[in-house]
């Protein structure tokens, strides 16, 4: 098994886990979170997984974004300068806060939020910069 797929595998597995947690913690009053920042091979392959994502649900040319919420007091932000840059924030819950800020080409971030009461901003300066978010409360 190849080094992508393990990274791959790691974070839909944590990502389960992590709304395992947040389901059966309703108010027990606390946060979970893990930032994942891969280079090289593993990059590449969650890159192409959010970019191709992201052209399936958008056939715009330059920078794409997506926001999904559900609960409510949820709020979120994208902002993107530059070219070829991919945001994805998926929260869920009530009073979620996240917000991504690209500035440069070719960046892509995923935040996914679970639970309640996350609040969470990224920044991504530069080119080709790749990153997940898993955050969850109770």
């Not at 098994?1 to 027990?28: F, G, P, R």
């Not at 917000?99 to 901003?121: C, H």
């Amino acid at each position: 098994m190849n080094s992508a797929y393990k990274l791959a595998s790691i974070a839909a597995v944590l990502s389960v886990v992590s709304l395992a947690l947040t389901a059966q913690a309703a108010d027990a009053g606390g946060r979970i979170g893990f930032t994942v920042n891969p280079k090289g091979q593993e990059a590449k392959v969650i890159r192409t997984g959010l970019e191709l994502y992201s052209l399936t649900r958008s056939w715009r040319k330059k920078n794409r974004a997506r926001v999904d919420q559900h609960g409510s007091g949820n709020g979120a932000a994208i902002s993107q300068q530059g070219q070829n840059n991919n945001a994805r924030i998926y929260q869920r819950g009530r009073d979620n806060s996240g917000s991504i800020s690209q500035n440069g080409n070719n960046n892509t971030f995923a935040l996914f939020q679970f639970g309640k009461k996350g609040n969470t901003a990224v920044t991504q300066s530069g080119d080709g910069n790749v990153g997940l978010r898993f955050e969850g409360g109770w």
